[in-house]
């Protein structure tokens, strides 16, 4: 819920298909949680077969969410090389889709 109030994911085009894929390192390898899908604006837990954009990140940085702005934890987490994503669909095809989130670039990178 808390990732649902954050600007940036509400100004996510209604048919946007987010994977959001958080990992630790508790065990000294790496190990896959929960995984979440953002469809639209809603947040939920489970898996998407073919989303626009996925994402992996450390948890650290989602258990941090209550305290801080969602921007600032993905800078922190790029800056720190604990996040990665990939996309599905062609840049073009991202950027036009995707076109609202423009402003949020400084954020999102």
């Not at 939920?44 to 990140?57: F, H, L, R, T, Y």
């Not at 600032?72 to 995707?98: C, H, M, P, V």
Request: proline share 3%.
């Amino acid at each position: 819920s808390y990732l649902e109030e954050q600007d940036v994911i509400k100004a996510l085009p209604k048919d946007a298909q987010i994977s959001i894929k958080p990992y630790n390192f508790d065990t000294g390898e790496r190990q896959w949680e929960s995984e979440y899908k953002i469809t639209g604006d809603v947040v939920q837990e489970g898996k998407i077969e073919n989303p626009d954009i996925s994402v992996w990140i450390d948890s650290k940085y989602l258990a941090q969410l209550k305290k801080n702005n969602l921007c600032d934890l993905i800078k922190q987490s790029k800056q720190n090389g604990e996040l990665a994503f990939n996309t599905r669909i062609s840049k073009t095809r991202l950027l036009w889709k995707y076109k609202n989130m423009l402003k949020y670039e400084k954020c999102l990178g």
